[in-house]
């Protein structure tokens, strides 16, 4: 006979808020006895059957397609019908849930999710033929595997919007396209049947690509390991072999490189010198000053360390940015 799973107690702290009551957003507590893999969706629902009929969220396929259930779990953006209750028990004691960061919310766990859907819209998120090399009418256009290999994991992206909510780029500047718009471009700029692949990059480059931290949250919370910081860092080099250097972001890249490459540690006062030029380094003085007085080690060229060969050898085994961006 198959045994019946133990079940175990499973308290949750639930975000609400209904901007038609007037009352502030709070937290609800709830306490359920659940086997431990059961979906922490599957929790919310039954709360909203057994115990609260007013919670709002939005789900779908309860499959881990769709992505309509993103939302925070223990701080954390994944997906609910994907997070087993009893892990979460176990780490924390107790499940907090709260809608996706960075979008408005609309009612408890529902956000608006207009800013999220704009920026993918934003980037153009469809193939723009090459009028010089036209597809063949009526036939299909086949690719090798290697091109479709470049495309890395974003054909697997499924639009979730947990990437977006855990990017600190999005919270602090919220003209930044986010994780997924980027990976999104990514996968029309490497598409060999795309004719837009250097305005894509022209316009990206001045428009939101370097905000990106390299933080790799966005990542970590992907739940389908679509990687979009990697894609994020892809574009970066791609943008950089089209058109050089030619803003505050790609030259500070650049600039970090050559510092290494040279002496093998950071050379802190060139660095801004090399990212903003002499007018950017007087606009920073007082900083400057302020700096040297905590660490007067700055006024002088950083000596080269050993193993500083080993260093460039590194260097030079890696990808000439400008190679992968003519590929």
């Known amino acids: 006979m198959a045994t019946v799973a133990a079940r175990i107690p499973v308290p949750f702290e639930v975000y609400r808020y209904d901007p038609a009551s007037g ?39 309860r499959s881990a397609i769709c992505g309509s259930c993103a939302m925070l779990i223990n701080s954390k953006s994944r997906l609910a019908c994907q997070t087993p209750v009893g892990p979460e028990v176990a780490q924390y004691g107790r499940i ?54 470049r495309f890395r994991e974003t054909p697997r992206c499924i639009a979730c919007g947990a990437c977006y909510s855990a990017c600190p780029a999005v919270e602090a500047d919220p003209s930044f396209p986010g994780p997924m718009a980027l990976a999104k471009l990514y996968r029309f700029v490497v598409d060999p049947r795309d004719g837009a692949r250097r305005e894509r990059l022209l316009r990206i480059q001045p428009g939101g690509l370097w905000t990106c931290l390299r933080c790799h949250l966005c990542t970590s919370s992907c739940p389908k390991d679509v990687r979009p910081s990697e894609r994020i860092r892809d574009l970066k080099e791609m943008a950089i072999g089209l ?45 400057g000053l302020r700096m040297v007085r905590k660490k007067p080690e700055l006024l002088h060229a950083p000596p080269r360390i050993e193993g500083l060969e080993e260093v460039r050898r590194i260097y030079a085994a890696l990808k000439d940015p400008e190679e992968k961006g003519s590929a």
């Open 243 to 287: 058109q050089g250097a030619t803003e505050s972001g790609s030259r500070h890249a650049v600039a970090f490189q050559t510092n290494i490459v040279e002496r093998g540690l950071l050379n802190e006062m060139k660095l801004v010198r090399q990212t903003d030029g002499l007018v950017g380094l007087v606009g920073q003085i007082p900083q």
């Open 23 to 61: 009352a502030p957003p709070h937290y609800q507590r709830f306490s359920l006895e659940l086997a431990p893999h059961t979906p922490v969706l599957s929790a919310l629902l039954r709360i909203r059957e057994e115990l609260d009929s007013t919670l709002a969220l939005r789900y779908s396929c």
């Open 96 to 149: 907090v849930v709260d809608p996706m960061r960075n979008q408005p919310v609309v009612r408890d766990l529902i956000v608006d999710q207009r800013p999220f859907w704009s920026e993918y819209e934003r980037i153009v998120p469809h193939l723009i033929p090459d009028p010089e090399h036209p597809m063949p009418e009526g036939r299909t256009n086949p690719m090798t595997p290697e091109q479709v290999d």
